[in-house]
Nanobody, 117 residues
Framework: QVQLVESGGGLVQPGGSLRLSCAASGFTFSNYRMSWYRQAPGKQRELVAAVATTGTHTHYVDSIKGRFTISRDNAKNTVYLQMNSLNPDDTAVYYC??????????WGQGTLVTVSS
């Protein structure tokens, strides 16, 4: 069964950095498109970043472009989200997502990132 286990969330000051990790199991990780979503309080869930199976193509939402970096290590079955220059608007629950070739979506449990002084 597909399983996505996230870690790295927590409280960080504005301007700080945080790295989220998502460890995958139960499927052939290298065949799945991986992405990070987030849902802020009172807001809809939005796509933050996505990375293709090889890790050579990425996509970012405009609000975080230049500050966040998505990457994957297929040998470790892990996808990362490096977050720099964090601001309070980045406060949200961040979700790891995997998409197979048929378009099926699988979700992690979510990890809370709180940016506050």
């Amino acid at each position: 069964q597909v399983q996505l286990v996230e870690s790295g969330g927590g409280l960080v000051q504005p301007g700080g950095s945080l790295r989220l990790s998502c460890a995958a199991s139960g499927f052939t990780f290298s065949n799945y498109r991986m992405s990070w979503y987030r849902q802020a309080p009172g807001k809809q869930r939005e796509l933050v970043a996505a990375v293709a199976t090889t890790g050579t193509h990425t996509h970012y939402v405009d609000s975080i472009k230049g500050r966040f970096t998505i990457s994957r290590d297929n040998a470790k079955n892990t996808v990362y989200l490096q977050m720099n220059s964090l601001n309070p608007d980045d406060t949200a629950v961040y979700y790891c997502n995997a998409e197979d070739s048929a378009g099926n979506l699988y979700w992690g449990q979510g990890t809370l990132v709180t940016v506050s002084s």
